[in-house]
């Protein structure tokens, strides 16, 4: 089971989970593409904030454009979307996950895997971490003229979550979201179905946090950046509060378990990683474009991920939190308030500076995001904040989400290198001086 | 020579907008012990509850074109737009070290990252994101925010050391109301008499009141309206627009004094929406808290930054504005990155081109220099109004 697949000798080699996680995606995807035959109805929302247990109390197939265009971006699509929805007005300086939605849809609406996406009979607009997410909604509304449920996340701009906060969802959820999608869908709401989803969605939590928090081991089985973004497909996607989730992530443990055992690090697209020679933490998303290449040039370098913010963006976990099926909404709730893009600044300070010490990386790399303003605004200052609490160096790199032009590989490796030499001159520093007297 | 009296009014404006070190807001605090400010930025805060506390609201808009932005850049990538890197340059040279507080209301993420980078530069500051409710039920949206206010009177409280009263509040939105009545006013005038009452005199007339007590303000709005009526200013040929896209990050001066001179009469815009956020009066009566919000819910401006539920609505006010103002045409100018405008833009458009109403875009910075290419494309712009408008 833990072995680590590899077809042909220039093939990409993949875990056991990432082609079982592989089959779920295009198995949503089929479905997709199937629901006008199976008269199945859609709601598209975001990643953060998604609230899939509820849209299948409603037996809605949930279709998330975002997972859309970062799809369309590993198979090198999204470039001449973006461009397409640039051709038709909108601005070069905006979010390139809508731009790449957009330029699908007036290519005709054909999914990353090659099927048209149906239409969608509701957006649920889960407002949250995001302010392109409303413009983004109010846009698809336009173009596809169906009910649109406006979810309101208030941001933790103080770092907590109030009762005010939770209760103004709770009451959204109760008076605005829950009656909508029964009328759109016919299916009347049944808050034990609810229940029952929450307490599957637990159990994959529990085996997410334990394959994250795996990194802890030296050397690291996981990458918990370019690994970790296969590992939160799933309960980050169409999945969470399915038993398909709870396999998934049950098998992933055990697979990781496995790895422990035998010593080994993570598997990247070339086989096992070799030695680890560094131990980083990474802040906001990845490069999708090019992928395998960004992921090459730390790998090749010894360097491993052993946490990242990104793998938080749907839904922090390894504090504690799980959805709750005795207090289901007031849970739904909290998990939309507590997603890492809904943090204030000095939570997302706290929580790096955390993962450096807790998991001893050698320091924190941040990847700015062009076109995300929710990450990148105020990344420079969280880079200092973290450098001077942990003491630790910090690096930064500047590419995009799925806009091709935004990703110059010799620039990114070249930083990424003088990263490295950074790091050992850190810890040349620290070494004592041969021969020097005690 | 004498000077006249708008003249010496608009001087006045122009010497206040020009003083990055707020002067006239370190004066107002150091005429009395205790007297505390608190800086907002854009686009809307009740600043009713600030002057209830016996406190100044002091509008912070970033750096213009004369600030030059040393340490701001160190904070963001090129691709963040300019207003929250001159803002960090005002508060780490200390020309804000005299603000007790800032607020920074739920526009963008740019915004909203910047209440927290405050939190962490400056600690000894009251920091506050402030949130308002995207959902405009009273019993939803209206519940949480009323709750919200109520913290942030609390807040203001133990910042003030003492408590606001309902009677405070009260107070306070009369002379709130004034000041609004007011500055309907002056734009009712200016969309009337638009060669009387130029838009670069009007957005200095308007930024005063970001920095003065609102009592002097409204002195000042109506000091202004008796001077300029006196005024003989010969009518243009010029086009009606209305200018949108500049409710956050602000236009260099020279922009909107270029429009004038490309051949526009700006007779409607959204610079400063806080200075008319709110639409009439809001009622004394009753419970001042739930009257701001029932206000905020029910009677205030569009934006970009605000969702509008009812899809047949989207964009209509835009289109309403025109009609209202008698505008010939909509100019977009929306400031580089600015997440908000852009991303609202394709939509606003769409909606103009069903009403058949002409636009352009294009786009600024707070410290953009060359105004020729905007020149040209608002004076062709107004030239091909012109001639449509005689064919």
């Known amino acids: 089971m833990n072995a680590a697949v590899a077809k042909a000798t220039h093939e990409v080699v993949k875990d056991g989970s990432m082609l079982k996680q ?26 953060p904030g998604n ?16 997972v859309n265009a970062i799809q369309n971006g590993l198979r090198k699509k999204s470039g001449s979307f973006v461009m397409e929805a640039e051709k038709d007005g909108h601005s070069e300086d905006v979010c390139t996950y809508v731009k790449s939605d957009l330029g699908m849809i007036a290519r005709g609406n054909i999914g990353p895997y ?26 698809l509304r336009e173009r596809y003229n169906c009910e649109t449920i406006m979810l309101h996340t208030p941001y933790k701009g103080d770092g907590e979550i109030t009762q005010n906060m939770r209760d103004y969802m709770v009451k959204q959820l109760k008076e605005e979201v829950i009656p909508t999608l029964e009328r759109v869908s016919g299916v009347k709401f049944d808050i034990d179905r609810l229940r029952e989803y929450l307490r599957e969605s637990a159990k994959a939590e529990d085996d997410l946090v334990w394959v994250l928090q795996s990194a802890k081991n030296k050397p690291s089985p996981i990458d918990a950046y370019f690994g970790g973004i296969y590992y939160i497909g799933p309960i980050f996607g169409a999945f969470r509060g399915t038993e398909d989730a709870t396999d998934y992530y049950r098998y992933l443990r055990a697979e990781v378990e496995a790895r422990i055992q035998q010593g080994l690090g993570p598997v990247t697209p070339d086989g096992d990683m070799g030695e680890e020679k560094y131990r980083l933490v990474v802040e906001g998303p990845p490069n999708y474009t090019s992928f395998r290449d960004f992921w090459k040039m730390f790998y090749e370098e010894g360097a491993v991920v052993v946490a990242s913010s990104y793998t938080k963006v749907g839904g922090v976990y390894d504090f504690g939190f799980r959805h709750d099926p005795d207090h289901p909404l007031e849970s739904l709730a909290d998990y939309c308030l507590g997603v890492y893009t809904n943090r204030n600044l000095p939570e997302r300070v706290d929580m790096l500076t955390n993962y450096v010490e807790e998991y001893q990386a050698d320091g924190l790399l941040i990847n700015s995001i062009k076109s995300c303003n929710s990450f990148s605004a105020g990344q420079l200052l969280i880079m200092r904040e973290v450098e001077k609490r942990t003491g630790k160096p910090a690096a930064f790199i500047e590419t995009d989400l799925v806009d091709p032009r935004y990703f110059s590989p010799a620039n990114v490796k070249n930083r990424l290198e003088s990263y490295f030499q950074m790091i050992e001159q850190k810890r040349a520093s620290k070494r004592p001086a041969v021969g020097a007297m005690a | 020579m004498t000077v006249s ?10 010497a206040l907008f020009d003083d990055l070190q707020f002067t006239a807001a370190r004066e ?29 609201p002091l509008g912070v808009l970033g750096g213009g074109d004369q600030l030059e932005v040393i340490h701001g850049d160190a904070y963001y990538q090129s691709y963040i737009c300019r207003i929250p890197r001159s803002t960090i340059e005002l508060g780490v040279t200390g020309r804000l070290d005299f603000v007790d507080g800032m607020l920074f209301p739920s526009i963008c993420d740019v915004i909203r990252n910047l209440s927290g980078m405050w939190k962490l530069m400056f600690p000894e500051v009251y920091s506050h994101y402030f949130d308002v409710p995207q959902n405009y039920r009273d019993d939803i949206g209206g519940n949480y925010y009323i709750n919200e206010l109520k913290l942030f009177r609390d ?3 133990r910042l003030a050391g003492r408590k606001i009263t309902d009677d405070d509040l009260r107070a306070s939105i009369d002379a709130y109301n004034e000041n609004r009545r007011l500055v309907r006013e002056v734009y009712a005038y200016r ?15 308007m930024r005063a009141g970001m920095v003065l007590p609102v009592e002097e303000h409204t002195q000042l709005l109506r000091d202004y309206l008796g001077a300029v009526e006196t005024e003989d200013r010969p009518i243009r040929d010029n086009c009606r627009v209305v200018l949108i896209g500049m409710f956050c990050e602000q236009p260099p001066f020279n922009l909107i004094k270029s429009l004038e001179l490309a051949g526009c009469y700006v007779v409607d815009d959204d610079l400063l929406l806080v200075t008319r956020w709110l639409i009439g009066d809001v009622p004394l009566e009753g419970d001042p808290i739930e009257n701001l919000a029932k206000a905020f819910l029910h009677h205030s401006e569009d934006t970009s930054a ?80 012109k001639l449509w408008s005689e064919s």
């Not at chain 1, 995807?29 to 709601?43: F, I, N, P, Q």
């Not at chain 1, 607009?125 to 997410?133: E, I």
């Not at chain 2, 150091?30 to 506390?53: D, Q, S």
């Not at chain 2, 969309?191 to 007339?205: F, G, H, N, R, V």
């Open chain 2, 28 to 56: 107002w605090k150091a005429a009395a012990p205790g007297r505390k400010v608190v800086g907002y930025m854009p686009i809307y805060v009740p600043r009713e509850i600030i002057h209830a506390a016996g406190m100044l």
């Open chain 2, 306 to 385: 605000k969702y509008e539920p009812d899809a047949a609505e989207k964009g209509k006010y835009l289109v309403r504005t025109v009609k209202r103002t008698g505008a010939e045409g909509v100019i977009f100018a929306a400031p580089s990155f600015c997440d908000p405008a852009l991303l609202d833009r394709p939509m606003l458009q769409h909606v103009l081109k069903d009403a058949d109403i002409p636009y352009i875009a294009f786009k600024y910075a707070e410290n953009s220099g060359q105004m020729q290419p905007i020149r040209e494309q608002a004076g062709t712009f107004a030239d091909s109004i």
């Open chain 1, 51 to 66: 609230l899939n247990e509820l849209i299948m109390c409603f037996d809605l197939l949930n279709n998330l454009p975002e």
């Open chain 2, 155 to 157: 807040d203001l409280e």
């Open chain 2, 5 to 14: 009296p708008t003249t010496e009014i608009i001087e006045r404006c122009r």
């Open chain 1, 114 to 139: 090659g099927k048209p996406l149906p239409d969608p009979d509701v957006l649920l607009l889960s407002y949250t971490g995001c302010f392109t997410f409303m413009k983004w909604f109010e846009l």
């Open chain 2, 191 to 205: 969309s009337d008499q638009p060669w009387k009452a130029p838009a670069t005199e009007i957005y200095l007339l």
């Open chain 1, 22 to 47: 592989k089959g779920m995606m295009a198995g949503h995807y089929d479905r997709l593409a199937a629901a006008g035959e199976t008269g199945s109805k859609v709601a598209c929302t975001f990643v």
